[in-house]
């Protein structure tokens, strides 16, 4: 039986830049990461495996180059990597996405029985929470969100008894596997990869799915498939308040700053 691990590949949100003329994003140069939300959803299957004997499955949408977010989690321990690249996807809003992914996990469950798909709780770049529950949904799914901790697993019963953390208090949940988690920072801390490990991922396979293996129709897929767009991006106009610096690209001399002109205003003495 299998985990599956759904990441998405997402810009360094600390440096990135938007460009005032054309209101797009600034590309160049930006470092890429791993959405922070989905490493912890990562780090629990492999938790999982570590206790249950699961195989962890990482699967990723993108461009090319996303390999590279696939790569990391083969090399904390991810057992199979898939990485879903076509043109044909480009452009996809939340609910194109998520057909996409979901085709792809049905997929993996026809190879072998998938007991719980992760998802980070959101991403840093859309911030919609609709990618975890829109699997769910066409996979017809128990869905389980905000977790913040498994609290029981019965993997003979398929009992699956969860935390999930709201505003201002805690809800313990039951259900059945399978099932759909998307997890809150709480839930663990991500290990890092070993040497062995991150050597061993770099001649590790990372499996390409395009279209013709996933067979979707394409109006359900990409811009085609998608009923929202994105059609600016702009940086709000700052009122009050005042830029320190270079803000949290340089925290320590933001802290030094700010110190001096609080002792400045007498708001604090030394």
Same mark, same amino acid.
């Given at each position: ?16 830049q ?33 206790r ?52 792809a996990i ?43 901790r ?10 699956? *008894? /969860? +935390?999930?953390?709201?505003?201002? &208090? $805690?809800? !313990? #949940?039951?259900?059945? %596997?399978?099932a759909?988690?998307? *997890? /809150? +920072?709480?839930?663990?801390?991500? &290990? $890092?990869? !070993? #040497?062995?490990?991150? %050597? ?5 396979? /990372?499996?390409?799915w ?25 940086s ?33 003495t030394?």
């Open positions: 039986m299998q985990v599956i691990a759904c990441i998405k590949q997402v810009p360094d949100t600390t440096q990135v938007i460009d005032p003329k054309t209101n797009t994003l600034v590309r160049d140069g930006i470092p890429f990461i791993v959405n922070p939300y989905d490493t912890h959803a990562l780090e629990e299957c492999l938790r999982l495996k570590d249950y004997g699961f195989k962890v499955t990482a699967v990723s949408m993108g461009p090319p180059n996303a390999e590279a977010a696939l790569r990391k989690a083969l090399s904390l321990g991810a057992d199979r990597a898939v990485l879903l690249s076509d043109r044909v996807f480009g452009g996809a809003d939340t609910l194109a996405t998520s057909n996409v992914l979901t085709a049905r997929k993996l469950a026809e190879e072998e029985d998938v007991a719980i798909v992760f998802c980070g709780k959101q991403t840093i770049d859309g911030d919609t929470a609709q990618v975890g529950p829109g699997i769910a949904t066409r996979m017809e799914l128990e869905q389980l969100t905000l977790v913040d498994i609290l029981e697993l019965d993997t003979d019963s398929k009992k699956l *008894v /969860v +935390r999930r953390k709201l505003e201002g &208090r $805690y809800e !313990t #949940v039951q259900t059945v %596997l399978p759909m988690i998307t *997890v /809150v +920072r709480e839930i663990n801390r991500p &290990r $890092y990869p !070993t #040497v062995p490990m991150r %050597l061993r991922s770099k001649n590790a396979q /990372v499996e390409v395009n279209n013709e293996v996933l067979q979707l129709d394409v109006n359900k897929i990409g811009l085609k498939g998608s009923p929202t767009w994105v059609s600016k991006i702009f709000p106009q700052r009122d009050k308040g005042e830029m320190i610096g270079a803000g949290i690209s340089d925290p320590k001399d933001v802290a030094s700053l700010l110190l001096d002109k609080m002792i400045a205003k007498d708001i604090i030394v």
